[in-house]
């Protein structure tokens, strides 16, 4: 009787073990775990000079018109990457038009920005800066104020030692992507992918199953889960006009092909518990509405409570490790470093 209970026993661990290296092939063909090193850059060499600027001017208030916003205020690494916002405040305390997406593991998405108009990092980089609703700045300002100072100088000559005239608006982008491709957040998910059965929960391996049965893994996969390609937002139904307003049509502004109205990046998923709210009008608050408005408009299927707190139990297995980052001290002013503009100090 003994050995027959072994037997038993021993054949339903082995039912489960094969059911979890199936579940874990599968995952294996559609994602990919974060590497372990900084991955490379197009024309852009990352060197330990190069991220030790991009970090300072990542954090620097002064690349703003007003000395008011950094790029960290869009994208907070304090709290996910981003702003928590519907929509960002920028130069005279406008709104933007778009939720901020995280930039924490970014440098693995296919294009920048919700409908792709950067190619990479260093193009997203110069956005902002110049966007009149950002930072409202120009480069010529830009290079005064960062030449102004001489220790940014002496920065941009060890990041660009080859460079006669290193300080310039183009170096200043490939710095903040050279500090931006650094942080990448390990998670519980890349443990998994890496054979770890235990760093996932049942519950979370039960999400992870139907994540990719019901459909959800086809637009969101990689390194990313999701970054990659354009799709419709309401391939089967689109959602109300207060999540998806009419005015943005989204990839249609940048390639004016009729196809492309309402057409966005797939948003990447990785760190998605903390950068709620959620999709590119920041109108959805709760992660678990988010998933049922995704699964309605995106895949026709109206997914039970149980299955949405199964594929949110997964989501989370995507929050990773920040990597820890030391405030810096940035160089000081001088007589020659531009003033605020007055429009944003009467403001």
Known sequence: MLRLSI???????????????????????????????????????IT???????????????????????????HNLATGGDDNLETSIGHGWQKGPRNAPTV?????????????????????AKGPVQAGVEMANTPGQVETTLKSMPQYVEWFQAAFPKDKSPVTFDNMAKAIEAFEA????PAPFDKYLNGDDAALSAEQKKG????????????HGGINVGGQGYYPFGVVEKPGAEVLPANDKG???????????????????????????????????????????MGSSQ??????????????????????????????????????????TEEVIKK
């Open 251 to 293: 990839r249609f502004a940048v390639t004016k092909t009729a196809d492309d109205q309402y057409v966005f990046r797939a948003a990447p998923l990785r760190n998605v518990a903390l950068t709620a709210p959620y999709f590119h009008s920041g109108k959805v608050w709760d992660l678990h509405q988010a998933v049922a408005i």
């Open 299 to 340: 895949l026709g299927t109206e997914l039970k409570p149980d299955e949405i707190n199964s594929i949110v139990a997964f989501l989370n297995s995507l929050t990773g490790e920040v990597p820890r980052i030391e405030y810096p001290v940035l160089p000081a002013e001088t007589a020659k470093t531009p003033r605020p």
């Open 48 to 74: 330990k000079d190069k991220i030790e600027l991009g970090k300072a001017l990542f954090f620097d208030p002064r690349l703003s018109a007003s000395g008011v916003f950094s790029c960290n205020s869009c």
């Open 182 to 185: 650094t942080l990448l957040t």
């Open 208 to 219: 992870l199953a139907l994540f990719i049965d019901k459909g959800c893994a086809g637009c």
């Open 7 to 45: 037997v038993a026993i021993v054949a339903a661990l082995a039912v489960t073990s094969a059911g979890a290296d199936e579940l874990r092939d599968q995952a294996a063909a559609i994602f990919k775990p974060v590497p372990s090193t900084i991955p490379a850059t197009k024309d852009n060499v």
């Open 104 to 124: 924490l593991n970014s440098v693995f998405n296919e294009a920048q920005f919700w409908d792709g108009r950067a190619e990479d990092l260093k193009a997203q």
